[in-house]
């Protein structure tokens, strides 16, 4: 099965080099490229969130703004635009300073600082090729206000990323770290043997977590069709199959918590294809994850699988979007995967049920509908339904999970981007966990909630960005849970690595039981940005929980230079 699985992978990677169109890096869902992509249009998000930073979805970006020539090359308080800035191989070099020092300018026009976004590149005449050498800075240091208690990242490392002839683009980025991390993530990793969001970890001499943070990618069109539009007088996409091969985490939803595929736990090789037709939409993706942290005669981590689709109907006109999803987790005894989940458009459980096997296949249903400012969206994940006694008991056989949010972008004046998010999340017990080791994990950590069951949550975030200040911005995220924890090693149902067969209550199991806990969490960001690629953060965050007895007020400061990905990890 391992040689049927990578040769799978080797046909499909060398069909993308050949027909390959490329694109730019991909936009992370919840990270600061979101948020401002997001506040400057509720319509650009999408569901998969799959977005290359392609010359069309740039453009989106622009809105009405038609004095675009000045912001390519004025970076100022009152005009700064964030895409236009990031992606010159579509809006032209841009100079500020130092670019024009004679120094820069001896090395030649596709060298050092060619962009202040780019430390070093090499660019052809019509930009079509271009190859670029990035550092990454990603420190942080957070102290409680108590002095008992505080956070430290020091993240360095490179980021590379390029397209050639026009046939392949790729990224990677390589990330070396020593955190030290707050009590409540210790706590987590007490009780689970790993830190949130991370693989492998060691301690260093001086006591500090010591791990590499990877991810990389390429990714093309594998076939593409536009048709001229008389009434937008634009060219219209008919029909697109975009592939991605790599190793890196996704996001399924429209709002912060992800119920189907979150970007909680680590990176892992995946291959993954998003389909385009009309109106019609359709993912395949499949992961190698990382099992119970258990080792193989080879002394290597035992693996299971995920193989994911996702279709939806999008009605453009009143703004409404359908989508059906279907995940099956798998593992085998020889560590491979099972050929007959690559049929990309066959129903899962079915073959699950064919085969006699222990798989774990869940389904969801995901809707979003925008309306003006508005744009509201839901999600109802089904693992296991018991018919019989849906309407008569709590059985512990009754496990799904729902979620229900919306967005407002105001039109204020004062206010150049922004939007409001309110969000309410409830996954019964016993949710995503199995009989077997094919629960709903990867690494030890939840693909879905990092609450992950028996729960529920309301969640609010603010981001803004003011007209005249518009290289600052301000966001808010505060979360309050309610939890049911396990109980002297009984099953509530709020671990999902528990056989949900050993069930302290199979007639009555309700949201809460257990050891019932409050938990509440707010965090305040202020980002400056004193380079297009270089943030300054200043954070607040107060977290607390009542089953432990356990509240902590912490101030950070942030520097991030070519590094956008949020934290969400730490946010639960």
Same mark, same amino acid.
């Given at each position: 099965?391992?040689?049927?699985?990578?040769?799978?992978?080797?046909?499909?990677?060398?069909?993308?080099?050949?027909?390959?169109?490329?694109?730019?890096?991909?936009?992370?869902?919840?990270?600061?490229?979101?948020?401002?992509?997001?506040?400057?249009?509720?319509?650009?998000?999408?569901?998969?969130?799959?977005?290359?930073?392609?010359?069309?979805?740039?453009?989106?970006?622009?809105?009405?703004?038609?004095?675009?020539?000045?912001?390519?090359?004025?970076?100022?308080?009152?005009?700064?635009?964030?895409?236009?800035?990031?992606?010159?191989?579509?809006?032209?070099?841009?100079?500020?300073? #130092?670019? +024009?020092?004679?120094?820069?300018?001896?090395? =030649?026009?596709? *060298? /050092?600082?060619?962009?202040?976004?780019?430390?070093? &590149?090499?660019?052809?005449?019509?930009?079509?090729?271009?190859?670029?050498?990035?550092?990454?800075?990603?420190?942080?240091?957070?102290?409680?206000?108590?002095?008992?208690?505080?956070?430290?990242?020091?993240?360095?490392?490179?980021?590379?990323?390029?397209?050639?002839?026009?046939?392949?683009?790729?990224?990677?980025?390589?990330?070396?770290?020593?955190?030290?991390?707050?009590?409540?993530?210790?706590?987590?990793?007490?009780?689970?043997?790993?830190?949130?969001?991370?693989?492998?970890?060691?301690?260093?001499?001086?006591?500090?977590?010591?791990?590499?943070?990877?991810?990389?990618?390429?990714?093309?069109?594998?076939?593409?069709?536009?048709?001229?539009?008389?009434?937008?007088?634009?060219?219209?996409?008919?029909?697109?199959?975009?592939?991605? #091969?790599? +190793?890196?985490?996704?996001?399924?939803?429209? =709002?912060?918590? *992800? /119920?189907?595929?979150?970007?909680?736990?680590?990176? &892992?090789?995946?291959?993954?294809?998003?389909?385009?037709?009309?109106?019609?939409?359709?993912?395949?993706?499949?992961?190698?994850?990382?099992?119970?942290?258990?080792?193989?005669?080879?002394?290597?981590?035992?693996?299971?699988?995920?193989?994911?689709?996702?279709?939806?109907?999008?009605?453009?006109?009143?703004?409404?979007?359908?989508?059906?999803?279907?995940?099956?987790?798998?593992?085998?005894?020889?560590?491979?995967?099972?050929?007959?989940?690559?049929?990309?458009?066959?129903?899962?459980?079915?073959?699950?049920?064919?085969?006699?096997?222990?798989?774990?296949?869940?389904?969801?249903?995901?809707?979003?509908?925008?309306?003006?400012?508005?744009?509201?969206?839901?999600?109802?994940?089904?693992?296991?339904?018991?018919?019989?006694?849906?309407?008569?008991? +709590?059985?512990?056989?009754?496990?799904?999970?729902?979620?229900?949010?919306?967005?407002?972008?105001?039109?204020?004046?004062?206010?150049?981007?922004?939007?409001?998010?309110?969000?309410?999340?409830?996954?019964?017990?016993?949710?995503?966990?199995?009989?077997?080791?094919?629960?709903?994990?990867?690494?030890?950590?939840?693909?879905?909630?990092?609450?992950?069951?028996?729960?529920?949550?309301?969640?609010?975030?603010?981001?803004?960005?003011?007209?005249?200040?518009?290289?600052?911005?301000?966001?808010?995220?505060?979360?309050?849970?309610?939890?049911?924890?396990?109980?002297?090693?009984?099953?509530?149902?709020?671990?999902?690595?528990?056989?949900?067969?050993?069930?302290?209550?199979?007639?009555?199991?309700?949201?809460?039981?257990?050891?019932?806990?409050?938990?509440?969490?707010?965090?305040?960001?202020?980002?400056?940005?004193?380079?297009?690629?270089?943030?300054?953060?200043?954070?607040?965050?107060?977290?607390?929980?009542?089953?432990?007895?356990?509240?902590?007020?912490?101030?950070?400061?942030?520097?991030?230079?070519?590094?956008?990905?949020?934290?969400?990890?730490?946010?639960?």
């Amino acid at each position: 099965m391992k040689l049927i699985f990578k040769t799978f992978f080797i046909v499909c990677i060398s069909i993308v080099q050949i027909n390959l169109n490329a694109q730019y890096r991909f936009i992370k869902a919840n990270s600061s490229e979101d948020d401002r992509l997001i506040s400057t249009n509720l319509g650009l998000i999408n569901t998969n969130r799959f977005y290359p930073q392609s010359a069309e979805l740039i453009a989106q970006t622009q809105g009405s703004n038609s004095n675009i020539s000045i912001l390519q090359n004025e970076f100022s308080n009152k005009n700064f635009n964030y895409f236009s800035w990031n992606n010159p191989e579509y809006l032209g070099n841009k100079k500020i300073k #130092f670019t +024009n020092w004679d120094f820069i300018k001896k090395l =030649g026009p596709n *060298s /050092l600082y060619q962009n202040p976004n780019r430390f070093y &590149s090499w660019e052809s005449k019509d930009r079509k090729d271009y190859f670029v050498i990035n550092p990454v800075l990603d420190l942080s240091y957070a102290r409680k206000s108590a002095f008992s208690d505080s956070l430290l990242f020091n993240g360095r490392g490179l980021e590379f990323y390029g397209q050639f002839g026009d046939k392949f683009t790729f990224y990677t980025q390589l990330m070396d770290y020593q955190a030290d991390y707050t009590k409540s993530i210790d706590n987590y990793k007490d009780s689970l043997h790993i830190y949130p969001g991370i693989g492998k970890f060691y301690r260093n001499s001086f006591n500090y977590v010591d791990y590499f943070y990877t991810t990389g990618y390429v990714s093309g069109k594998l076939l593409e069709k536009k048709e001229y539009d008389s009434t937008t007088k634009k060219d219209a996409l008919v029909y697109q199959i975009v592939a991605t #091969f790599g +190793n890196d985490k996704q996001f399924i939803g429209n =709002g912060y918590r *992800s /119920l189907i595929l979150s970007d909680f736990a680590p990176p &892992s090789l995946f291959f993954q294809v998003n389909y385009k037709l009309g109106p019609f939409k359709y993912q395949n993706l499949f992961k190698e994850l990382i099992g119970d942290l258990s080792i193989d005669s080879n002394k290597i981590l035992n693996k299971k699988y995920l193989a994911l689709h996702r279709a939806s109907l999008e009605f453009e006109k009143v703004g409404l979007e359908l989508g059906l999803t279907e995940m099956i987790v798998q593992s085998r005894s020889n560590n491979g995967f099972d050929a007959n989940y690559f049929n990309p458009v066959i129903f899962y459980r079915a073959v699950e049920r064919d085969l006699g096997s222990g798989d774990n296949a869940l389904i969801a249903l995901d809707a979003k509908y925008k309306k003006g400012p508005f744009l509201f969206y839901t999600q109802f994940v089904l693992d296991e339904f018991s018919v019989g006694k849906a309407f008569t008991t +709590n059985s512990y056989l009754n496990k799904f999970a729902f979620q229900l949010g919306g967005y407002y972008r105001p039109q204020l004046s004062f206010m150049k981007q922004g939007y409001l998010n309110l969000e309410f999340n409830q996954v019964r017990p016993y949710t995503y966990s199995h009989w077997s080791t094919n629960y709903y994990s990867s690494y030890n950590q939840a693909l879905a909630h990092p609450l992950e069951s028996n729960f529920r949550e309301v969640l609010f975030r603010l981001f803004f960005v003011p007209q005249n200040l518009q290289r600052w911005s301000f966001r808010n995220i505060t979360s309050f849970a309610f939890k049911g924890f396990d109980l002297s090693g009984d099953n509530y149902g709020s671990n999902i690595r528990k056989s949900y067969y050993t069930a302290i209550e199979k007639n009555n199991a309700f949201i809460g039981q257990g050891d019932k806990s409050s938990i509440f969490n707010t965090f305040n960001e202020i980002t400056y940005y004193a380079m297009p690629n270089l943030l300054l953060q200043f954070t607040q965050q107060f977290r607390s929980q009542s089953n432990i007895r356990q509240s902590n007020n912490y101030l950070y400061i942030s520097i991030k230079y070519n590094f956008t990905q949020n934290r969400n990890q730490y946010l639960f």
